[in-house]
């Protein structure tokens, strides 16, 4: 548990953009929602490609896979609702390249489309996040007579040791 709060005040205080860790939730949120298949190996190269923080991306990706665990029967139910019409219905299992992506399979879809209706809302509200601790949050806990004290503590140490 230290370890992982060690390794977000890293990635807190690091030099990465807040933009960088703004898009590594948002497109954490998109791979933890979707079951893993080709549309997430593609997702994962497109990660790839950005210059984004990769463990931030890993930890979100892994909490909200977990998070779909409990949700995913609702979401599911949620789509296959919305998704009853015969056109639409049509067009998703006759298109291969929609049946390679998995589209036709309520649950994919339904987290692909909640996933890219949240990726920019989260990214920039993450990236407003992190500069707002950087501007005011982060200089001010230096300061503290309480932050001075642990840093003789065991979970400076393990911060001081990742860095």
Not at 82 to 102: C, D, G, I, R
Not at 104 to 109: A, N, R, S
Request: proline share 3%; hydrophobic share 60%; aromatic share 14%.
């Amino acid at each position: 548990m230290l370890t992982l709060f060690a390794r977000i005040l890293k990635v807190l205080n690091s030099e990465d953009s807040p933009w960088q860790i703004g898009w590594a939730v948002g497109f954490g949120v998109l791979a933890g929602l979707l079951p893993f298949g080709l549309l997430t190996i593609l997702m994962l190269l497109l990660v790839c490609f950005f210059t984004i923080n990769l463990s931030t991306f890993l930890l979100v990706w892994g909490v909200c896979g977990g998070l779909m665990l409990i949700f995913g029967d609702p979401l599911e139910a949620l789509t296959w609702q919305y998704a009853q019409n015969p056109v639409f219905l049509e067009v998703l299992a006759s298109t291969e390249s929609l049946q390679l992506l998995h589209f036709h399979h309520t649950l994919v879809l339904g987290a692909f489309l909640l996933g890219l209706f949240l990726l920019l809302p989260l990214a920039w509200l993450t990236a407003f996040f992190v500069t707002q601790y950087r501007l005011r949050i982060m200089a001010q806990m230096r300061k503290w007579k309480v932050v001075q004290v642990l840093k003789a503590s065991k979970l400076v140490q393990i911060y001081e040791k990742l860095s």
